[in-house]
């Protein structure tokens, strides 16, 4: 059965959006069979996946709603050799749909039962916010991987993302646990980014991921062209981060979960 991971952080400009799709790209290199889900309305791991938007018949709405099965609005990655969930604008109508849909929270969970067993991981790019959406990602995923700029604020940020999850673990999905922090855009001259860096470790131990992002323009520039940076330029810093990333994250899963507990 496919674990679930969603990828979330309720601040923005994070690099959520570019840590799931260059994290799926990257397990797809290991030969991980692996589906990202577009759950935010803007539509930005959709075309950074190589898919336009624009174009979209079938999207994460039409599975959301129960309208369509997830097999039939599913779209493989032109490049990257994973499955993409994809999304537009349209998403932003579930929003209002979903305060009235039966079983409301539990939607996207109900979607994705009868493709668990195809992938081995499934990653939800989450909106950058605490709305429907986010809550039905969080109630279908088995963990959440936080991607953290290193700065002052993202501290606090953190907190009250940790507060949700333990609100949603007790209240709603009790398998929901800590996949881990992920530290991006992070450069190692700046001594606030090594104190916040410093600090995050102090607090949450080894749910720290030993690899870190850095600020990197080849990362910067991928999406522009449809691509996950190990695509574009797959010896960049950015590239070789992610697939340091992804064999970590992988290698906390084998050959227990022990390791990932929250």
């Given at each position: 059965m496919g674990r679930i991971i969603a990828v979330a952080n309720q601040k923005?400009?994070?690099?959520?959006?570019?840590?799931?799709?260059?994290t799926a790209a990257a397990m797809a290199a290991m030969k991980r069979r692996v589906l990202l889900i577009d759950l935010d309305p803007q539509g930005n791991a959709t075309m950074g996946s190589g898919i336009d938007?624009?174009?979209?018949?079938?999207?994460?709405?039409?599975?959301?709603?129960?309208?369509?099965?997830?097999s039939d609005c599913v779209r493989r990655a032109p490049e990257a050799g994973y499955d993409?969930?994809?999304?537009?604008?349209?998403?932003?109508?579930?929003?209002?749909?979903?305060?009235?849909?039966?079983?409301?929270?539990?939607?996207?969970?109900?979607?994705?039962?009868?493709?668990r067993d195809i992938y081995e991981y499934i990653l939800i790019d989450c909106p950058p916010s605490l709305n429907m959406l986010?809550?039905?990602?969080?109630?279908?995923?088995?963990?959440?991987?936080?991607?953290?700029?290193?700065?002052?604020?993202?501290?606090?940020?953190?907190?009250?993302?940790m507060s949700t999850v333990q609100q949603i673990r007790d209240h709603r999905n009790p398998r929901l646990e800590m996949e881990g922090i992920v530290r991006?855009?992070?450069?190692?001259?700046?001594?606030?980014?090594?104190?916040?860096?410093?600090?995050?470790?102090?607090?949450f131990g080894d749910k720290v991921f030993r690899t870190m992002i850095p600020?990197?323009?080849?990362?910067?520039?991928?999406?522009?062209?449809?691509?996950?940076v190990m695509l574009y330029d797959k010896s960049s810093r950015g590239a070789i981060s992610y697939m340091a990333l992804a064999s970590e994250m992988t290698r906390r899963h084998i050959p227990s979960n022990s390791n990932a507990s929250a």
């Amino acid at each position: 059965m496919g674990r679930i991971i969603a990828v979330a952080n309720q601040k923005g400009g994070v690099g959520k959006t570019t840590t799931a799709v260059n994290t799926a790209a990257a397990m797809a290199a290991m030969k991980r069979r692996v589906l990202l889900i577009d759950l935010d309305p803007q539509g930005n791991a959709t075309m950074g996946s190589g898919i336009d938007k624009h174009l979209l018949e079938k999207s994460t709405l039409d599975a959301l709603m129960g309208e369509l099965p997830v097999s039939d609005c599913v779209r493989r990655a032109p490049e990257a050799g994973y499955d993409v969930l994809p999304s537009n604008s349209d998403l932003t109508a579930a929003e209002v749909r979903l305060l009235e849909a039966p079983l409301r929270e539990k939607r996207l969970e109900l979607a994705l039962a009868p493709v668990r067993d195809i992938y081995e991981y499934i990653l939800i790019d989450c909106p950058p916010s605490l709305n429907m959406l986010t809550l039905n990602a969080l109630v279908a995923a088995d963990s959440v991987l936080v991607p953290l700029q290193t700065e002052y604020y993202a501290l606090e940020g953190l907190s009250a993302l940790m507060s949700t999850v333990q609100q949603i673990r007790d209240h709603r999905n009790p398998r929901l646990e800590m996949e881990g922090i992920v530290r991006t855009m992070h450069d190692p001259r700046n001594n606030l980014d090594n104190q916040v860096s410093a600090q995050l470790i102090q607090h949450f131990g080894d749910k720290v991921f030993r690899t870190m992002i850095p600020r990197n323009v080849r990362v910067a520039e991928a999406p522009s062209h449809g691509l996950p940076v190990m695509l574009y330029d797959k010896s960049s810093r950015g590239a070789i981060s992610y697939m340091a990333l992804a064999s970590e994250m992988t290698r906390r899963h084998i050959p227990s979960n022990s390791n990932a507990s929250a």
